[in-house]
């Protein structure tokens, strides 16, 4: 079993929809999430961090970290086109310093 | 700020021969990864250096991959020779330190045929 397990996709929502993109983990060493986005043939982008359960927004992003339950969301209001990318979860044992990437989630968002 | 550099984009050759990646990190970022990418996979961590040292680099496999980052600044990341399996996106990233987020660069597409 994988340390972090994200829904595979892919998704396609029409333009103005809220996404919702889903990793679950099994690790309880881990404390920092991650979310990056990656356009086709780029680099993955950092979007997202935090350290804490509950939510941070920015924007219209909003990550959502419950420890408890270890499942993480990034939510993602108003859709744009623009928005069409691979999402990956990332998260890190930080005494470790040591970093885990899910699949990645594949979102297209159509005009 | 200045990304992290990476050469070449994209890079073709044949089974058994070698090929070389360079990256240059953010400025003064200590941490420096290298990361395999196959499609539809996320990330894989290959090695990890912290300045000039090797942090973590169980992934890495030393019959054929080798990395260095000599003065603790630019890297290299190697691979001799190459097989099939090697074709993937080869990602570097950098970070303050080795608890804080990363920022990667574009990455270089290896083809192996």
């Known amino acids: 079993q994988k340390e972090v397990e994200q829904d595979p996709g892919p998704l396609s929502v029409p333009e103005g929809a809220i996404v919702s993109l889903n990793c679950t983990y099994s690790?309880?060493?881990?404390?920092?999430f991650m979310w990056y986005r990656q356009y086709s043939r780029k680099g993955p982008e950092l979007l997202m961090y935090t350290y804490s359960s509950g939510n941070k927004e920015d924007g219209r992003f909003t990550a959502q970290v419950d420890k408890s339950s270890k499942y993480i969301s990034l939510f993602i209001r108003d859709s744009q086109p623009s928005d069409s990318a691979t999402y990956l979860c990332a998260m890190m044992d930080t005494n470790a310093g040591k970093s885990t990437f899910g699949d990645g989630t594949t979102l297209t968002v159509k005009p | 700020e200045a990304g992290v550099a990476q050469s070449p984009r994209y890079k073709i050759i044949e089974k058994r021969q070698s090929v070389a990646f360079w990256c240059n990190p953010i400025?003064?970022?200590?941490?420096l990864y290298w990361y395999q990418q196959i499609l539809g996979q996320g990330p894989k961590l290959l090695i990890q250096?912290?300045?000039?040292?090797?942090?973590?680099d169980s992934q890495l496999p030393k019959d054929r991959f080798s990395a260095e980052r000599l003065k603790g600044v630019d890297s290299t990341l190697k691979i001799q020779p190459a097989k099939l399996e090697d074709s993937a996106v080869y990602l570097c990233a950098s970070s303050l330190q080795t608890n804080t987020e990363a920022f990667f660069g574009q990455g270089t597409r290896l083809t192996v045929v």
């Open positions: 690790n309880s060493a881990f404390q920092y």
């Open positions: 250096f912290q300045n000039n040292g090797v942090v973590d």
């Open positions: 400025s003064g970022h200590a941490t």
